[in-house]
């Protein structure tokens, strides 16, 4: 399914041009309104239908193996943290679907390090990165070595 | 043409390419370089790039070692026995040992994981994968890389790096281009961590015509991350270690839910099983150590993922296609249908597109499925790439001489796809491979390493000229013809693409000569690359668009090259499903129970190829139930022997 643009709903703000991973979505210099230049690199990834704004973009099965007569739409709602889904059969029978997209509001779950107390000397020269051993268990332990996991090294064949 | 040069100096760290890698690296490089100025360089836009553009269903990467799930060595054996032995067990014991916390702080940031509501753990769709709402995935790590990195740049494609000329084996950072404006854009840095990605489209894939956009692996992935490295001269392991996915025919919609969490499985068009038929001539190829039934049927060993490849391609070649996964059963269950849809409109929105398309509704009909063309990665089922240093505490010296990660050229480092003989990363493990780096890369620095880097005028002139040259190629040659793409004197992106494709398809290997090819068919092969090099001289563009393809199409052409290399060197077919050397059908533990090592001499182009020693750090014997069978199984057979 290459995308291709509705006429009538694109404006030409260029969202979709900012985000398509192929660069592949260029806006006609006649009508100046977006549209898909290259068809055989398109990943069907659907970035480009969610930036818009317009909801001007659609995109229709490849021509190589997929008969005309289907959709498959969605809404991605930043704001509400949820992505639906409508597909549309060829014989319109229709599914829904509903998902998250993200448990807190966005640009508000990372830290800045540079504004977190700098790391130590012995933290430097371990084998641990940031937040470790803590974050991968909630016991005590350390980080797993060879000898803690009584392993060793062994050249030959194993199986 | 007036192109702009911009350079960025004093750069400590570069990512080259923000995919789940390279982010990672930036988020981590400011952890431990609070005062390091750290710059992204990102040839698509970093909130929707690389393999997770359109998000991901599951984390495939998770030990689960806070609930007392898995050890970091139970994932090193299930890595190798997948891979018929060839990994890097020191550095998959090092990714295993850090991956949670990359996951326990995904899920801080707002990724969505779903939770197992009986344990509180989260929900196991197999034992190393985990379920995840993750249509946002990238959105959330692309925020933690440009929070903490100084400078992201967007749409500025990375051809090449730049060496450091004051006489020794180093990095002194790269350039490449915007592939908007055309600007010509210098980094000058004291590391680089190589984060651009595996390569898709080198083989000719299945679909044709408008769906050539349809494969497996990101169109985008245009194995810059080989090219590059292979360009600089680094050294390269398991590049013939290819991948061949078995995917939903047509839209390569992934099977792994279906088969892990929804216990779909597979039959063929007559509804009957098929792996088992298959199975003892194959284990006269591979030998029982790598493929035994009751070991697999009685514990938690995983039969090779390319062997099951095998089975279906025998099967179909018997006559007995289309294989079908039934879904039928499953989709009766209205919340595992919701899962098989959410499936694949969270990663591969395709699959969904031709199931409406065609009315195929999986609760009323089994779908089809079918083995794709190759894919060269090595974050999958696969383990392609650069040759670097494992952690001090871990690696054998013939696996460590240096930081962590980092590649036979000093400051170089690699993240994800990029590095080599760690298969079954995926997602997580390859942002925890871009921590690891970007740590190392700090640690680097700060040792003094990176003093005195010299990157003369005259190597970024002579880089600039070369990375424009398809414009004005074009410019001249275009007036010699009245209209069209066909031209005597330039070759364009499109119909390159397309002869690289058809020669790697038919002398190495892809879908129309069923995965076959022997010696003979290499040095051809190599042969018709090597011409096909010389064209690349005279590749067009018509445009900045057409300028980042062409590049891909060099990149791509690079890393064909070293895969056919490395194919032609190893002589055995040590992953029977992912490709055959018809003259060495066997697996050689004898001969072959090694790693591949090449290196491309920069200034010849000849290629070096080396075995390298395998180390392994655990046997079999650590897993339980597998050493309980074995033992019952020796006991008899030592009596029988003292009875002789
Ligand atoms: C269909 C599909 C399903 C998958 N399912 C799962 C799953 O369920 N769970 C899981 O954990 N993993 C899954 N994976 C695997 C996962 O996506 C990869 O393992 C991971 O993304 C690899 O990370 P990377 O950083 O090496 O490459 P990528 O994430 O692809 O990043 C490469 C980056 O480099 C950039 N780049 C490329 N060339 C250049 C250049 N020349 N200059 C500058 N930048 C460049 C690209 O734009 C991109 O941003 C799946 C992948 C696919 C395709
Ligand atoms: S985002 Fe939508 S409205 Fe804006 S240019 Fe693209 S198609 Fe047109
Ligand atoms: S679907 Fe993806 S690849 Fe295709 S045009 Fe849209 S953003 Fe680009």
């Known amino acids: 399914m290459p995308t291709f643009v509705y006429m009538t709903r694109c404006d030409g703000c260029g969202y979709c041009v900012d985000i398509c991973p192929s660069d592949i ?135 | 043409m007036g192109i702009k040069t911009i350079v960025e100096d004093n750069i400590d760290i570069l990512v080259a390419g923000a995919g789940l890698g390279g982010t990672g690296t930036a988020y981590e490089a400011r952890h431990w370089g609070r005062d390091k100025k750290i710059v992204i360089a990102e040839k698509a836009n970093i909130n929707r790039s690389g393999a997770v553009a359109q998000g991901l269903y599951a984390i495939n990467c998770y030990m689960g070692t806070r609930w007392g799930e898995n050890n970091p060595e139970d994932h090193v054996r299930y890595a190798r026995i997948d891979l018929m032995g060839m990994v890097r067990e020191d550095l998959l014991f090092d990714m295993a040992r850090h991956v949670d916390s990359a996951v326990h702080k995904f899920e801080e940031w707002g990724l969505p994981l779903m939770r197992n509501e009986k344990t509180g753990a989260y929900q196991r769709e197999g034992r190393w994968q985990i379920m995840i709402h993750g249509e946002s995935y990238k959105p959330i790590v692309a925020e933690a890389a ?59 894939p299945r679909s044709v015509g408008e769906g050539a956009g349809r494969v497996w692996y990101a169109p985008w992935s245009s194995g810059s991350a080989y090219a590059l490295m292979i360009n600089a001269g680094a050294k390269m392991t398991q590049m013939e270690n290819r991948i061949v996915l078995a995917r939903f ?21 007559y509804g009957e099983e098929y792996e088992s038929k298959h199975f003892p001539a194959l284990q006269k190829m591979v030998g029982k150590e790598y493929l035994d039934m009751e070991a697999s049927h009685r514990t938690h060993r995983p039969i090779p993922t ?111 796809d990029a ?29 003094g390493k990176a003093e005195g880097i010299v990157v003369s005028d005259s190597q970024i002139e002579k880089r600039k000229a070369e990375i424009f040259k398809p414009l004005e190629t074009y410019q001249v040659g275009r007036n010699e013809i009245v ?6 004197s330039y070759l364009l992106p499109h119909p390159g693409l397309q002869r690289l494709q058809k020669i790697m398809d038919e002398y190495c290997g892809g879908v129309t000569v069923n995965y076959m090819t022997n010696d003979k068919l290499l040095n051809i092969g190599l042969q018709k690359l090597k011409i096909m090099e010389e064209d690349l001289e005279k ?99 030592k009596k029988a022997a003292k009875a002789k």
Not at chain 1, 112 to 131: I, V
Not at chain 2, 150 to 160: A, F, L, P, S
Request: glycine share 10%; aromatic share 10%; proline share 5%.
């Open chain 2, 419 to 447: 590095v080599g003989g760690t298969p079954h990363a995926f997602s997580s493990g390859s942002f925890t491979e871009g921590r690891i780096s970007g740590k190392s890369a700090c640690q680097y620095i700060d040792d």
């Open chain 2, 146 to 204: 440009t929070k903490n990195a100084d400078k992201t740049y967007n749409r500025v494609m990375i051809t090449h790096l730049l060496m450091d000329e004051s006489g020794r084996n180093r990095v002194g950072g790269a350039i490449g281009f915007n592939v908007r404006t055309g600007n010509c854009h210098v980094f000058k840095s004291k590391t680089v961590v190589v984060g651009a990605g595996g390569a898709s489209n080198i083989y000719k």
């Open chain 1, 25 to 159: 979505m260029h806006i006609d210099k006649k009508y100046r309104r977006a549209y898909n230049i290259e068809p055989s690199m398109c990943w069907e990834c659907y970035s480009c239908v969610k930036a818009c704004p317009h909801h001007a973009i659609d995109a229709r099965g490849y021509a190589d193996f997929a008969p005309l007569g289907h959709s498959v739409r969605t809404i991605r709602d930043e704001e509400a943290g949820t992505i639906a889904w409508r597909v549309t059969f060829r014989d319109g029978r229709v599914k829904n679907f509903l998902s998250p997209i993200t448990t807190v509001p966005w640009g508000t779950g990372i830290p800045d390090f540079r504004n977190e107390p700098e790391p130590t000397e012995a933290e430097r020269n371990s084998q641990l990165l940031s937040f470790e051993p803590k974050y991968i268990r909630m016991d005590d332990g350390d980080i797993a070595t060879l000898k803690s996991q009584n392993l060793e090294m062994k050249e030959g064949v194993y199986y």
């Open chain 2, 306 to 416: 390319c062997l099951r490849n095998h089975a279906i391609i025998q099967e179909v070649a018997a006559g007995r296609g289309p294989i079908h996964m039934v879904t039928m059963h499953a989709f009766q269950d209205p919340h595992l249908e919701e899962v098989g849809w959410e499936n694949f409109l969270g990663m591969t929105v395709g699959q969904a597109v031709l199931w409406a398309a065609t009315d195929l509704d999986p609760k009323y009909q089994n779908p089809e499925l079918t083995t794709s063309e190759p894919y060269v990665m090595g974050s999958h089922a696969t383990g392609c790439g650069a040759w670097c240093s494992g952690p001090a505490d871990v690696s054998p010296p013939e696996y460590q001489w240096g930081y962590n990660r980092m590649m036979s050229i000093e400051g170089l480092f690699g993240a994800g």
């Open chain 2, 483 to 488: 209209a069209g793409t066909v031209s005597p």
């Open chain 2, 539 to 637: 590749v067009g563009a018509e445009d900045t668009h057409q300028l980042m393809r062409a590049w891909e199409l060099k990149h791509r052409h690079r890393t064909s090259e070293c895969v056919m290399q490395h194919t032609l060197f190893r002589k055995e077919t040590r992953w029977p499903g992912y490709y055959y050397r018809g003259d060495a059908m066997k697996l050689d533990d004898k001969n072959w129970h090694c790693l591949t090592v090449s290196r491309r001499d920069p200034e010849t182009g000849e290629y070096t190829l080396e075995k390298a020693p395998l180390y392994h750090l655990v046997g079999d014997m650590e897993d339980k139930a597998l050493a309980d069978m074995k033992k019952s199984e020796k006991k008899p057979a």
């Open chain 2, 249 to 269: 025919k047509d839209g390569y919609g992934p099977v792994g839910a279906y088969f892990l969490h929804l216990k779909t499985y597979t039959q063929n068009a």
